[in-house]
């Protein structure tokens, strides 16, 4: 029995060397000092009207908190751009693809809410497309797809949330299923219509892209770089089409904060959910917030427009207020800072927010491998699971 002790290291050894990839890649992401919060809402823009007053309620709720710096939460707007013209489309007999940019007057009173909020601080737009699908999949789609159709030729300014899930995927043509690939001119295209279409509307370069859906590819990557994107929000990994299922689907990479895209566009991870319509509570918000600080990572919390609009809105405004205030009582330290300012801090390693000393790096790596899927169990059944412990004591 004791003899057999001695393939206790080896078995660790080939624990380690299976995930040695994984590992180090946990690694090298970076570790924060501080807890850090953003809250990033995504489908706000071109659609709509309603929206106004439900900006306007979520810019006065994020005025009355603070972080311990000062700084109002600021609430990350993956912002559309425009919006199918579903009366002028119905006037070409649907023959032709007409929209309605943000800055059109039918929109006034959304972006006026929108520039509101920008002006306070409390809102950071964010590009997350010209639309919320791909034009020319929708215009397709609707002449075998009733419901599509009826969408094009229903309500002037339609919500894009109403389309089969798969149109809603803005850079793969999902007409049919799978998916097709969009050629590199329609994309390169596309990118600089859209980039030029923020610049035009907030005064400033996009420099966050939130792709719709989730779904992008490294033609996009290099599109939008080529326009000053710099940084991409992922949910971890990379979606790259629709599948038979009408799935979102890619190769499973897994994307940790501060790596690298093509161009150098630098990824950053939004995987902690806070949809309060879905039944999210702040008490939800907080153990993602407790998590991702355990590991030394900012916590983007997702969270959709639908969730502020119609009979749910009062609710998430409550869930919101609760869970800033709560967050703020439970981490003194705790800081509010926009995604474009999270992803400038990873890519220049600063120093003020960036942990260099090995200890807390250690505490973070130790905490950051227990949530690899498999390794903890693995750790468990070969005992690796001590020694991590004693490191784990060691860096407390
Ligand atoms: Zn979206």
Redesign the pocket.
Known sequence: MWALLWLLPLAWALVLAGYAKRLIALWREPAWRCPVLVIES??WGAGVLPQAAALDALRALLGRHRDHTGRCPVMAL?I?LAIADTGAIRAAAGREYLYIALDDARLTPVLAALRAGITEGVFAPQL??ME?YWPAAVMAAAQTDKRVAAWLAGDALPR??DLPAPL?SRWTAAAVLPSLPLSIPEINAAAADETAAFQRIFGITAQVA?P??FVWSDAVERAWAAHGVRCIVTPGTRHEYRDAQGRPAGDGRNILNGERGQDDVLYVVRDQYFEPALGHRAEQGLAALAQQTACARPTLLET??FNFLGESADAALHEVDRLLGKACAAYPALRFLPTQEIAAAMARRDAELIETGLHPRLRAWLARIHTVPRFAKLARLTGLALPLWLLTKWTA
């Open positions: 995504d489908d993956g559309v997350h497309g919320h894009t949330e809603q939130v719709p859906t959709h427009r």
